[in-house]
């Protein structure tokens, strides 16, 4: 596998369900992000990890639970969520943090939250 | 205030037709950089190009070319001779020296191309 991974691609949830979105880089960074992507919306930064410490939260619920093993895999644990949470979720990485690093992202999965 | 604005949401083109897509931004660091990402049907963002701040030299890379206007605080994309294989949404997006590990992006411009 190249690249940044994720599965599952897609994903249905009632708002009581607890899952997981999992992200893998295989670009050897050392920095990863999870962002939402809404329908004619900026895509948002949620979280950022570096060498698996967590620097920025921008915000997000509570239902929203990021872990970050090592600086490969990155995942998103998920539980109570609200009809308006589903979006697309696109896991990226970069070599470093910093503006002058482009990030690199995976393909996304579809949430929907029934 | 939005920082990177692509005013055009969608646009269509017959193939071969050239295409510009618009971005502006807005910063006040003087260290700054900006980006170009394709997001195809798949979902996967895809890295076109980055430019710093201090180089405004416009760069081609075969059909794809970028105009850096710092007077105007532009960033635009042209692809020429556009193809079927161009449909996607394309993104601009800014990240500040100061906050870099904020990325700033557009709502994106919707491109299609007809054959």
């Not at chain 1, 295989?26 to 999870?34: E, K, P, R, T, V």
């Not at chain 1, 929203?64 to 949470?85: A, G, M, R, V, W």
């Not at chain 2, 890379?61 to 007077?71: A, E, I, L, T, V």
């Amino acid at each position: 596998e190249t690249g940044v991974t994720q599965t599952p691609r897609h994903l249905v949830m009632g708002m009581t369900n607890k899952k997981s979105l999992k992200c893998e880089q295989h670009l050897g960074h050392n920095a990863m992000y999870w962002y939402k992507q809404s329908a004619k919306k900026p895509l948002e930064l949620m979280f950022v990890y570096n060498f698996k410490e967590q620097t920025e939260n921008n915000s997000v619920p509570s239902r929203f639970s990021p872990e970050c093993p090592n600086s490969s895999h990155l995942f998103l644990h998920l539980h109570t969520l609200q009809p308006e949470d589903s979006a697309l979720y696109l896991c990226a990485s970069s070599l470093h943090l910093g503006g002058s690093y482009e990030q690199y992202f995976g393909p996304g999965t579809r949430l929907t939250v029934t | 205030a939005q920082k990177v604005t692509q005013a055009q949401t969608e646009i269509s083109v017959v193939e071969k037709e050239d295409v510009t897509l618009d971005c502006v931004y807005e910063t006040r660091d003087t260290t700054y950089y900006l980006f170009w990402y394709k997001q195809p049907p798949s979902g996967e963002l895809v890295f076109l190009i980055r430019r710093n701040s201090f180089d405004e030299q416009n760069e081609i890379s075969g059909r794809y070319s970028w105009n850096f206007q710092k007077s105007t605080s532009s960033f635009n994309f042209t692809i020429t001779a556009s193809q079927v294989v161009d449909s996607a949404v394309y993104f601009c997006a800014l990240s500040e020296a100061d906050t870099g590990n904020q990325f700033y992006f557009g709502t994106g411009t919707s491109l299609t191309v007809i054959p």
